[in-house]
T-cell receptor, first 108, second 116 residues
Framework: RKEVEQDPGPFNVPEGATVAFNCTYSNSASQSFFWYRQDCRKEPKLLMS???SGNEDGRFTAQLNRASQYISLLIRDSKLSDSATYLC?????????FGAGTTVTVRA | GAVVSQHPSWVICKSGTSVKIECRSL??????MFWYRQFPKQSLMLMATSNEGSKATYEQGVEKDKFLINHASLTLSTLTVTSAHPEDSSFYIC????????????FGPGTRLTVL
C-alpha cells in the first residue's frame, strides 16, 4: 500500500462550483498534515496546514480524520486561478511524504 | 515568507557528464535542507536530508555515490548528479528548514534536468 494515496482526478468544474477531494495515509505516526498547491512545472507551495479540529482559510476548508487516516480539502466558489494540482503532505520528524496530487481544472 | 533559490533553473547535458545544482536560503539560516526528485505525473520523492556540517542521510534506493550532497554552510547545499544518464532526467527540488521555525519547509523553484 502506498504511503499516501490521492485521487489523481482531474476534477473539471465550472467557476463558482464547490469541489472536494480526500487523501489517505498509511503511517499512523504522521504528526503534521498539509495541503500544498503545485502549478505546472513549478515548485509546491504551502496552501494550508490541516488541524484536528478542521480549519478554514477563505474559500478553502481542510479536515483531518485520524481514525480513518485521511485528510480532505474543499474549495468553495472556485476561481479560474484555483486550477492546479493539490498535493497532500504528511510529516513525521520533519520528513515530508507527498501524494501524487489531485488535478483541479476550473473552467469559465 | 522565507525565500529559497535554486540554480540553475534548468540544464541540458550529455550523458556521462556531472551536473551541480545549488540550493540557497536567502533570508534565513537553514540547518537542514532536503532534496527531492519528481518525475512527470508522480509525487515528489525525498532523496536525501542534508544537515549543515555533517554527512547527508540518503533514502532507501538513492545511490549516495551518484548523488553527492554537500551542505557546507547554513545557507547553501549542493547536489551533484555524477555521470548523469537519461533516466536521471527529472525535476529536482530542494527545501529548507530554518532554525526555530515550525516544520514548514520552504521550497526552491526547482531545477529541470534533461540528460540527452
Amino acid at each position: 500500500r502506498k504511503e499516501v494515496e490521492q485521487d489523481p482526478g482531474p476534477f473539471n468544474v465550472p467557476e463558482g462550483a464547490t469541489v472536494a477531494f480526500n487523501c489517505t495515509y498509511s503511517n499512523s505516526a504522521s504528526q503534521s498534515f498539509f495541503w500544498y498547491r503545485q502549478d505546472c512545472r513549478k515548485e509546491p507551495k504551502l496552501l494550508m496546514s490541516v488541524y484536528s479540529s478542521g480549519n478554514e482559510d477563505g474559500r478553502f476548508t481542510a479536515q483531518l480524520n485520524r481514525a480513518s487516516q485521511y485528510i480532505s480539502l474543499l474549495i468553495r466558489d472556485s476561481k479560474l486561478s484555483d486550477s492546479a494540482t493539490y498535493l497532500c503532505v504528511f510529516s513525521n520528524d520533519y520528513k515530508l511524504s507527498f501524494g501524487a496530487g489531485t488535478t483541479v481544472t476550473v473552467r469559465a | 515568507g522565507a525565500v529559497v533559490s535554486q540554480h540553475p533553473s534548468w540544464v541540458i547535458c550529455k550523458s556521462g557528464t556531472s551536473v551541480k545544482i545549488e540550493c540557497r536560503s536567502l533570508d534565513f539560516q537553514a540547518t537542514t535542507m532536503f532534496w527531492y526528485r519528481q518525475f512527470p505525473k508522480q509525487s515528489l520523492m525525498l532523496m536525501a536530508t542534508s544537515n549543515e556540517g555533517s554527512k547527508a542521510t540518503y533514502e532507501q534506493g538513492v545511490e549516495k555515490d551518484k548523488f553527492l550532497i554537500n551542505h557546507a554552510s547554513l545557507t547553501l547545499s549542493t547536489l551533484t548528479v555524477t555521470s548523469a544518464h537519461p533516466e536521471d532526467s527529472s525535476f529536482y527540488i530542494c527545501s529548507a528548514l530554518g532554525r526555530g521555525v515550525t516544520d514548514t519547509q520552504y521550497f526552491g523553484p526547482g531545477t529541470r534536468l534533461t540528460v540527452l
